[in-house]
């Protein structure tokens, strides 16, 4: 259970993340045309590269975690 829990708290810190990064690290607005009109198409945008990004980085993580415990395992 206590592993489940890590795993979606890892998740769900990793795409909140990557969601600050995106809407903060780049002014979207001389990107986009319309940026008025295409503002909830955009954020929507974001959340799912955020979303994609963050699973992986997350799932990146939590692997080598899991490496660095099963090597742990087999020394002992």
Known sequence: M???L????CHVI???????LLTELFDWSKLIRNYIENSRRLNVLLMFVSIAIGY????F????IQMSQDIFRAIH
């Open 2 to 4: 206590v592993t489940y």
């Open 56 to 59: 992986m980085v997350s799932s």
């Open 14 to 20: 990793f795409i909140f993340m990557s969601y600050q």
């Open 6 to 9: 890590t795993t979606l708290m």
């Open 61 to 64: 993580f939590l692997s080598i």
